[in-house]
Nanobody
Framework: QVQLVESGGGLVQAGGSLRLSCAAS??????????MEWYRQAPGKQRELVAG???????NYADTVKGRFTISRDNAKKTVYLQMNSLKPEDTAVYYC?????????WGLGTQVTVSS
């Protein structure tokens, strides 16, 4: 059974930083060629893609976080990270990771990030 567990969320003041982690456990077929992504969902809003990283370490970011967030992965640890700098109150949301392999997609349960002004 595959599980994704996010960690690293919390309360931070505007301008601060947090580093989120998402660790996968269980057998994930062809994990090394998976796409790993971070999404977020703020209250009353739809879930949105924040950042993604391919098996070749190509990355993409939402315009709202470019230059502030950095996604990275460690295949040996089956972990994806999201370094978040210069946080803003509008970054407040529940952050979810998703791992997509050929034929499967897995979601974590989320971690709350709250940025105070």
């Amino acid at each position: 059974q595959v599980q994704l567990v996010e960690s690293g969320g919390g309360l931070v003041q505007a301008g601060g930083s947090l580093r989120l982690s998402c660790a996968a456990s269980g057998s994930i077929y062809r994990f090394s060629i998976s796409v790993m992504e971070w999404y977020r969902q703020a209250p009353g809003k739809q879930r949105e893609l924040v950042a993604g990283i391919s098996r070749d370490d190509n990355t993409n970011y939402a315009d709202t976080v470019k230059g502030r967030f950095t996604i990275s992965r460690d295949n040996a640890k089956k972990t994806v990270y999201l370094q978040m700098n210069s946080l803003k109150p509008e970054d407040t949301a529940v952050y979810y990771c998703r791992i997509t392999t050929p034929g499967n997609a897995y979601w974590g349960l989320g971690t709350q990030v709250t940025v105070s002004s």
